[in-house]
Each structure stands twice: as C-alpha cells, then as structure tokens.
C-alpha cells in the first residue's frame, strides 16, 4: 500500500468511524500530503508502508526543522505569521502525523516507535478574546446591513444572531438543515446540534433568535427538509469563508477589534454568561467541550479582563508601589 492510499483510508476512518468534522479532515489531508511530499523528497523512493515503518526520529526532526523554516515565510497574504500562530500550525501537523501511525499500528502492524518520541512544539496557551455585550448585540444588525439583497440581509442577520445566542460554532451553524429548525420548534425550541467529535448536544434557543430564524425559515428560498438551513447564491451550502468576510467588513467599518470574528461571537456568548452567574459545567454542556479544562479558560479571560478595567479605571493603578516612609 503506498502511503497516498493509506492516508486516504486513514482519513476515511477518522470521517466515518471517528466521526471527525469535515473541516478537521480537510485540515488532516492538508497536513499529511505535506508530511508525505516531504519524506518522498528527503528519504527518496515512493513512500510506502515499509518506508514508513522504518522512518528514524532524524527524519521527523528533519521534517519539523521543514515545517519550522516553512512557518517563517510571509503568508500568502503578505504579513508575517506570529510565532504563536506558527508553533499552533506545527503542533497540528505532528498531531496529524501521530495519529496516522497510531492508525497505521492498528490497521496494519505497523511498529514505528519515533512518531512517540517526536517532541512536538508546545503553542502558547491564548485566552478566549470576547466582544463586550453592546458590540456582540450590534454584530447581527450591522452585518446583515452589509448585505447586497433583503433575502441576504434577513439570512445573515439570523445566522449572526445564532452564533451569539446559541454558542455555535459556525460551521455547526453552517451545517445546520431545514429540518434541523423544524425539529427545535417541535421539541420547545431546543436545537440539536452535531460538534467536533461526533458529540450531540441540546442547546436552547432563546425568543430572539427563534423569531429570527423564523422570520428567515419564512422567506427561505427552498425550504425543503434536507436543504441547507442557510444556503449560498446557488443553493449550496453557505460557506464560512463568506460569513467570514462579512464579519470582517463589519469589523472595519464599525472599528471593532481585530479579534471581531464570527468565533468571537461564540467567546462572547460563554463569557457573557459566566459573568452572569452561570456555572461552568453549564457553559461545557452549551459549548459542546468534551474537557471542563477547555470551558475554565472563560474564568482565566475574565480575570485578565477585569484586571484591564482595574488598570484603566482605578486612580492608583498607574502609582508604582513605594516603601512607607521611615519614622
């Protein structure tokens, strides 16, 4: 077997038994025909699973040393990427590999100890990055005022009221069918939602957002029960690079943060209600998070933003501290 067909049937597996997002299979195939193009190169020979099996902790050094001089060239839109960003990209990219040869071991017998033994780059943990409540509340409004057609405008303002009122993720919004809403207002107005893993969660959705999705079910094109819940101009499914663009236009003309991005919504909504007296396994349900480790770091962002409003507003936060006077 050469290793484009076993990463092929690796991927099949992670989709259809594990259950992996599309878009995490996507990122997986990105980084395994990487990893794969650069062993053809460096080793020589077609890759197949002997040479697989026989790869030395030298050749992966030898392909994250790749992957870290890769990391420094200008991205393609011309600025530089963070060492954040980059340490985040490699750390994914070993994740990757790792799990094709823990696949590889199972399936085929393959013994290869060095993708253990690989010491991967640790990224920077990041604190979620929220917008204040008035600036969330204003996203839905401002961006479906951005759009070119009343049908647009309607979709896009109920789509953005549904990131920030529910948590979703926006390619679990994006995934969402007709029949998905039909089957929330059957059950009282609870939406079932398919997350990272294959992991089902109810997540309720509040009076706004309902007459929201309503009021867009209502002037849906073609609101068939298997048809996309929030379709693109042809029909297809909405993709997120859309909704990703509009957000971005709405950041720059209403001179929010840089951070202001559809996922930013989801931030806000956990953090908005932990400052409002929900308790953190509530917000783990909501979000979907399989580790209540994920949901605490909505506790550390508060800390760090209340420390910021200290800084700012507190007369004595800018007075350095000074011994009391001898006597």
């Given at each position: 077997m050469t290793g484009a067909e076993a990463r092929e049937a690796f991927l099949a597996w992670l989709h259809d038994e594990r259950r992996a997002s599309p878009l995490t299979v996507e990122a997986y195939r990105g980084d395994l025909v990487r990893f794969l193009d650069f062993i053809g190169g460096h080793v020589g020979g077609e890759v197949d699973l002997d040479m697989l099996d026989r790869l030395s902790l030298t050749d992966l050094r030898a392909w994250l040393a790749f992957e870290h001089a890769e990391s420094l060239r200008p991205r393609r839109d011309g600025r530089a990427s963070?060492?954040?960003?980059?340490?985040?990209?490699?750390?994914?990219?070993?994740?990757?590999?790792?799990?094709?040869?823990?696949?590889?071991?199972?399936?085929?017998?393959?013994?290869?100890?060095?993708?253990?033994l690989l010491a991967a780059p640790r990224a920077k943990a990041t604190l979620p990055r929220p917008l204040t409540r008035d600036q969330a509340l204003e996203v839905p409004q401002g961006v479906g005022d951005l759009a070119v057609t009343p049908l647009a405008r309607v979709r896009d303002g109920a789509l953005f009221l549904l990131l920030y009122g529910c948590g979703l993720r926006i390619s679990e919004a994006l995934g969402l069918d007709v029949r998905d809403l039909d089957h929330a207002l059957a059950r009282g107005g609870t939406l079932l939602i398919r997350g990272?893993?294959?992991?089902?969660?109810?997540?309720?959705?509040?009076?706004?957002?309902?007459?929201?999705?309503?009021?867009?079910?209502?002037r849906h094109p073609a609101p068939l029960?298997?048809?996309p819940l929030f379709p693109g101009v042809r029909g297809g499914r909405l993709q997120p690079a859309?909704?990703?663009?509009?957000?971005?236009t709405w950041r720059h003309m209403a001179?929010?943060?840089?951070?202001?991005?559809?996922?930013a919504l989801r931030h806000s909504f956990a953090t908005h209600l932990m400052t409002g007296g929900a308790d953190l396994r509530t917000i783990q349900d909501l979000l979907g998070h399989a580790s209540l480790s994920t949901t605490q770091r909505y506790t550390l962002a508060d800390e760090a933003r209340l420390m910021e409003v200290w800084a700012r507003a507190h007369p004595r936060a800018d007075t350095p501290d000074r011994a009391p006077d001898p006597k």
């Amino acid at each position: 077997m050469t290793g484009a067909e076993a990463r092929e049937a690796f991927l099949a597996w992670l989709h259809d038994e594990r259950r992996a997002s599309p878009l995490t299979v996507e990122a997986y195939r990105g980084d395994l025909v990487r990893f794969l193009d650069f062993i053809g190169g460096h080793v020589g020979g077609e890759v197949d699973l002997d040479m697989l099996d026989r790869l030395s902790l030298t050749d992966l050094r030898a392909w994250l040393a790749f992957e870290h001089a890769e990391s420094l060239r200008p991205r393609r839109d011309g600025r530089a990427s963070t060492q954040d960003r980059a340490a985040r990209t490699r750390a994914r990219r070993v994740s990757a590999m790792r799990s094709f040869f823990r696949y590889l071991a199972r399936r085929h017998g393959g013994t290869n100890p060095a993708p253990r033994l690989l010491a991967a780059p640790r990224a920077k943990a990041t604190l979620p990055r929220p917008l204040t409540r008035d600036q969330a509340l204003e996203v839905p409004q401002g961006v479906g005022d951005l759009a070119v057609t009343p049908l647009a405008r309607v979709r896009d303002g109920a789509l953005f009221l549904l990131l920030y009122g529910c948590g979703l993720r926006i390619s679990e919004a994006l995934g969402l069918d007709v029949r998905d809403l039909d089957h929330a207002l059957a059950r009282g107005g609870t939406l079932l939602i398919r997350g990272k893993g294959g992991r089902e969660r109810l997540v309720p959705v509040l009076p706004a957002v309902r007459q929201a999705l309503l009021d867009w079910r209502a002037r849906h094109p073609a609101p068939l029960p298997e048809a996309p819940l929030f379709p693109g101009v042809r029909g297809g499914r909405l993709q997120p690079a859309v909704a990703q663009r509009a957000m971005r236009t709405w950041r720059h003309m209403a001179g929010l943060p840089d951070h202001a991005t559809p996922h930013a919504l989801r931030h806000s909504f956990a953090t908005h209600l932990m400052t409002g007296g929900a308790d953190l396994r509530t917000i783990q349900d909501l979000l979907g998070h399989a580790s209540l480790s994920t949901t605490q770091r909505y506790t550390l962002a508060d800390e760090a933003r209340l420390m910021e409003v200290w800084a700012r507003a507190h007369p004595r936060a800018d007075t350095p501290d000074r011994a009391p006077d001898p006597k």
